[in-house]
């Protein structure tokens, strides 16, 4: 089993709290379902991509804060800027099948973000909050 969240799945941002909370929720639930699945041989996988070179940009709905034209510009810019593309999602995630991982986190921002959050938690929350 493989289910895809996002970066936004292990780390909550500013003006994001609803997307946030349902990527947590799909890590969450990956996480129990490779617990009980464990006993019957089956895997499951849990894919978290930062930025992915896709027009889902365009279709962001931005909230709170971040529902400013300027705010707008900044995605576009973050997403405008990635070279991760679908395809190598797809890849990462038949390699995590393969070897069975449970976590997976793709791109730049989805590794930085995995990594300061355990390593330097406090310097991640200063990050996010601007």
Request: charged residues 20%.
């Given at each position: ?21 349902s990527?947590?929720a ?7 379902l ?16 930062g ?15 971040l529902s400013?034209?300027?705010a ?6 973050q997403?405008?800027?990635?070279t991760l ?10 390699r ?12 730049r921002?989805?590794f ?5 959050k355990?390593?330097a ?8 909050r601007?």
């Amino acid at each position: 089993i493989v289910n895809m969240a996002s970066v936004s799945g292990f780390v909550g941002a500013r003006g994001m709290g609803t997307y946030s909370a349902s990527k947590f929720a799909v890590v969450g639930l990956s996480e129990s379902l490779r617990a009980e699945l464990h006993r019957y041989h089956i895997g499951v996988s849990v894919v978290c991509p930062g930025y992915v070179n896709t027009p889902i940009q365009e279709k962001v709905k931005l909230v709170g804060a971040l529902s400013t034209p300027e705010a707008r510009k900044r995605v576009e810019k973050q997403f405008s800027a990635t070279t991760l593309m679908p395809e190598q999602v797809a890849q990462h995630s038949l390699r995590a099948i393969r070897q069975n991982r449970a976590f997976v986190s793709i791109g730049r921002e989805a590794f930085m973000a995995r990594t300061l959050k355990r390593w330097a938690p406090g310097l991640l929350e200063r990050y996010l909050r601007g």
